[in-house]
């Protein structure tokens, strides 16, 4: 059952927000506020990790503010909310929870039923109003609500989405830039398990001002159930039913021990993914600019909410752009994105 302290009218204003959380989310300072300590703990399994950030790498600067009100719908009371809570399974996230997500301009909003979320990026504030049935399912609360909104006000504050995977080697990392079946997932995964860092599984998050930064929020691996055929040790995994909706294999990068995740590299290069199955993997240099351009081309809904976004493919592809031809072999593939991170230490 949900703990929370219920509002004492409809629209839920009153509902007070004496549990709170602070957390530095990308190096940025990150308030949560709630009426309920089941949102909070929730908050610490998603972002907690990043308590352990160094303190000169936290900017000096307001917080970003996500409140959380835990409400039930209109007409219905607590203590029925609380009888229908014991009828859900919150091991699992619930793949009907959904959310319509809309923007325009610097303002956001999603729903799904009862569940409302809004947000003024520009502001760095947020608000959501959830029932307590989606805090009673952990994922989905994390991953639609929590993560969504955190992660939304902090692309505002110079950190900049890009879709791709990042490995770090030596210092630096390595951008993975591909199409959703290029592979980017199954190589991070192979590389973790070879001993190089995982920075981001799918989302890097830029930085430019004050000189380049990149920022990932390394929690969890997620590949396709045909991925027990390559990697033995995952035979015994069972697929399941994630927040998005799709069935992954979820493997915890933490068991690879604290030293395999990465927070953040001052120092990148720009890798295209491109499948040559049946041939031997090979890496090129290429132009920068066609690697910026292959950037762009990845925003997808979302990635395309921030004018900074060139500037920052640019930034990235000067500091070194090439082409990985991800042949039949694994191993030789990251045998090459190691050499390419160390041939360019400092």
Same mark, same amino acid.
């Given at each position: 059952?949900?703990?929370?302290?219920?509002?004492?009218?409809? *629209?839920?204003?009153?509902? #007070?927000?004496?549990?709170?959380?602070?957390? @530095?989310?990308?190096?940025?300072?990150?308030?949560?506020?709630?009426?309920?300590? $089941?949102?909070?703990?929730? $908050?610490? =399994?998603?972002?907690?990790?990043? =308590?352990?950030?160094? #303190?000169?790498?936290?900017?000096?600067? +307001? @917080?970003?503010?996500?409140?959380?009100v835990v409400h039930p719908p209109a007409g219905s009371h607590a203590a029925q909310a609380a009888r229908r809570l014991l009828k859900l399974n919150t091991q699992h996230s619930t793949p009907n929870t959904q959310f319509t997500q809309r923007a325009h301009g610097s303002c956001f909003l999603a729903a799904s039923g009862a569940n409302l979320l809004t947000a003024q990026m520009d502001r760095g504030v947020a608000l959501g109003f959830v029932t307590p049935e989606l805090v009673a399912d952990d994922l989905a609360l994390r991953y639609h609500v929590i993560e969504c909104l955190a992660l939304l006000l902090a692309s505002w504050r110079d950190r900049t989405p890009v879709h791709a995977g990042a490995v770090v080697h030596a210092g630096r990392a390595v951008l993975l830039v591909g199409t959703s079946t290029a592979g980017k997932s199954t190589l991070c995964y192979a590389c973790l &398990?070879?001993?190089?860092? %995982? *920075? $981001?599984?799918? /989302?890097?998050? /830029?930085?430019? &001002?004050?000189?380049? &930064?990149?920022?990932? !929020?390394?929690?969890?691996?997620?590949?396709? @159930?045909?991925? &027990?055929?390559?990697? @033995?040790?995952?035979?015994?995994?069972?697929? +399941?039913?994630? $927040? !998005?909706?799709?069935?992954? %294999?979820?493997?915890d990068v933490a068991a690879f021990g604290a030293d395999r995740v990465r927070r953040y590299a001052d120092r990148a290069a720009v890798c295209l993914i491109q499948r040559h199955a049946g041939q031997a993997s090979a890496i090129e240099p290429i132009d920068p600019q066609d690697a910026a351009d292959a950037i762009a081309r990845q925003r997808e809904a979302g990635f395309d909410l921030h004018q900074g976004a060139p500037a920052v493919a640019a930034a990235l592809s000067e500091r070194g752009a090439y082409r990985l031809h991800l042949g039949r072999a694994l191993d030789q593939a990251v045998a090459l994105l190691r050499q390419l991170a160390a041939a360019h230490e400092e």
């Open positions: 059952m949900i703990d929370f302290t219920p509002a004492g009218e409809p *629209l839920g204003h009153s509902a #007070p927000l004496d549990q709170r959380a602070r957390l @530095p989310l990308l190096g940025l300072p990150l308030e949560i506020r709630s009426n309920s300590a $089941a949102v909070i703990a929730a $908050a610490e =399994r998603s972002f907690g990790h990043w =308590r352990g950030l160094e #303190p000169e790498l936290i900017e000096a600067t +307001e @917080p970003l503010i996500v409140t959380i &398990r070879a001993g190089l860092q %995982l *920075l $981001a599984e799918d /989302v890097v998050y /830029v930085g430019l &001002r004050g000189g380049l &930064r990149l920022w990932g !929020n390394p929690r969890s691996i997620h590949l396709l @159930p045909d991925a &027990r055929r390559l990697f @033995p040790e995952l035979a015994d995994c069972t697929p +399941e039913i994630q $927040a !998005n909706g799709k069935r992954k %294999l979820a493997i």
